[in-house]
């Protein structure tokens, strides 16, 4: 079985820390995608990567950050973290191949963040 | 711009009926189609992917099809059981890393 596994499945963190969210995958994927949950406004693309070092802008970066260091694992920062930014964090990853089962996404547990 | 619909945005039925989620897009021009479940406060599980060539796909009481002419994806559940509750969705591949998702069918099935 695919497993996405993010470190956390709550945190609460203070205004203004630096928070790192952890996603790592056991299929070895191309591609990995951070995204954040909020009621009303779905599922929007924070960052994704398609592979080493490599990292893409989604629909809202600000105030984000990643880091693709090793295949398996791709890290999220709130380099300042604002309450504006409590939310559900969900993580995913991806293959590029274009046969079989192809490039079916599979999603980590999520991350119940909360800024106070 | 790809916009993806899902209607209706909540259900309610009672155990043992069949029934029909809704999954549109205005974009024919997709490479796939995924259905995922949600259940509350946790991340999405993927249940079935349509690639752009099929019609359908089936795992056990669940059958998903897929009509890129008209835009749309229908995910049927055969024999409903209170633990198909969950919200649903759908999210429509432009490309191998660009997916758009539906905001979900909120599915409540009463024993």
């Known amino acids: 079985d695919v497993k996405v596994t993010q470190s956390s499945r709550y945190l609460v963190k203070r205004t203004g820390e630096k928070v790192f969210l952890e996603c790592v995958q056991d299929m070895d994927h191309e591609n990995m995608f951070w995204y954040r949950q909020d009621p009303g406004l779905g599922l929007r693309l924070i960052y994704f990567?398609?592979?080493?070092?490599?990292?893409e802008k989604g629909d809202i970066p600000e105030g984000y950050s990643v880091s693709r260091e090793k295949k398996e694992r791709f890290s999220l920062i709130l380099e300042s973290a604002s309450t504006n930014q409590t939310s559900m964090y969900l993580c995913?990853?991806?293959?590029?191949?274009?046969?079989?089962?192809?490039?079916?996404?599979?999603f980590g547990q999520g991350t119940r963040l909360t800024v106070v | 711009k790809q916009e993806v619909t899902q209607i209706p945005a909540a259900l309610s039925v009672p155990e043992g009926e069949n029934l029909v989620l809704n999954c549109s897009f205005t974009?024919?021009?997709?490479?796939?189609l995924q259905w995922f479940r949600q259940d509350p406060g946790k991340g999405l599980t993927s249940l079935l992917l349509?690639?752009?060539?099929?019609r359908e796909q089936t795992s056990g009481r669940l059958n998903a099809s897929l009509d890129k002419s008209s835009g749309r994806s229908t995910l049927y559940i055969a024999a409903s059981q209170p633990g198909d509750s969950a919200t649903y969705l759908c999210?429509?591949?432009?490309?191998?890393?660009?997916?758009?998702f539906g905001a979900g069918t909120r599915l409540t099935v009463k024993p």
């Open positions: 999210a429509v591949y432009l490309s191998v890393t660009d997916m758009r």
């Open positions: 990567s398609y592979d080493v070092k490599m990292k």
């Open positions: 995913a990853s991806s293959s590029n191949l274009a046969t079989g089962a192809g490039t079916e996404a599979f």
């Open positions: 974009d024919s021009a997709i490479y796939n």
């Open positions: 349509i690639q752009s060539s099929q």
